[in-house]
């Protein structure tokens, strides 16, 4: 069982920085693939971006390529989100999810999902 706990979100000026962090009890957490997805007030949940275990491999939204980076540190069990050149639009709450493979990421169809963390972002 894997247990995922988000942080680091907050309000920033458009153009500005956030560091969001995805932190993992479990000792599965080396071994499965993470991603990011946000949900806006009144819209779907969007994939923003995902790893692998390895973290040889990494996956983005088309919105948020040259923008955000996505990592992970599997001594910490930590992955981490970092995103930059913020925009109005990427206020959402974030939330990480994991999974055995990063296909089953990408697709949201993970089997552990974080609580989620605000992130607003004023123009």
């Known amino acids: 069982q894997v247990q995922l706990v988000e942080s680091g979100g907050g309000l920033v000026q458009a153009g500005g920085s956030l560091r969001l962090s995805c932190a993992a009890s479990?000792?599965?957490?080396?071994?499965?693939?993470i991603g990011w997805f946000r949900q806006a007030p009144g819209k779907e949940r969007e994939f923003v971006a995902a790893?692998?275990?390895?973290?040889?491999?990494?996956n983005y939204a088309d919105s948020v390529k040259g923008r955000f980076t996505i990592s992970r540190d599997n001594a910490k069990n930590t992955v981490y989100l970092q995103m930059n050149s913020l925009k109005p639009e990427d206020t959402a709450v974030y939330y990480c999810?994991?999974?055995?493979?990063?296909?089953?990421?990408?697709?949201?169809?993970?089997?552990?999902w974080g609580q989620g963390t605000q992130v607003t972002v004023s123009s």
């Open positions: 999810t994991g999974a055995a493979s990063l296909p089953t990421v990408v697709a949201g169809s993970g089997n552990y």
């Open positions: 479990g000792r599965t957490f080396r071994t499965i693939a």
């Open positions: 790893i692998s275990w390895s973290g040889g491999v990494t």
